[in-house]
């Protein structure tokens, strides 16, 4: 799986994503640490307030379907990403 997304260039190898692109475009990529596939984005906020993280992006469609961006309590950014079926 290959495709473009903002200015950059996503491959799926496996189990995992692959982002490719200048500095500039990988800049706002470069704090999460993992992407983790959800079966619903729907309830993620909710469970965020509820045990003190944010959403700091999202949800937004993206080629794949949606995605979101959040910080969990202790700091760590992750990427959550609901597949279109």
């Known amino acids: 799986m290959r495709f473009p997304y ?8 496996g189990g995992f994503l692959v982002v490719a692109g200048t ?3 990988l800049a ?7 992407t983790v596939l959800v079966d619903d984005l729907d309830g993620l906020g909710d ?3 509820a ?5 700091l992006s999202g949800p937004h469609q993206v080629p794949t ?4 961006t959040v910080r969990h309590p ?10 279109a079926v």
């Open 74 to 83: 202790g700091g760590i950014v992750f990427e959550y990403v609901e597949h």
């Open 51 to 55: 045990h003190g993280g944010e959403i």
């Open 65 to 68: 379907g949606r995605n979101a």
């Open 47 to 49: 469970l965020l307030d």
């Open 6 to 13: 903002a200015d950059v260039e996503l491959a799926g190898i």
């Open 28 to 34: 706002p990529f470069r704090d999460v640490r993992s």
């Open 23 to 25: 500095e500039e475009a």
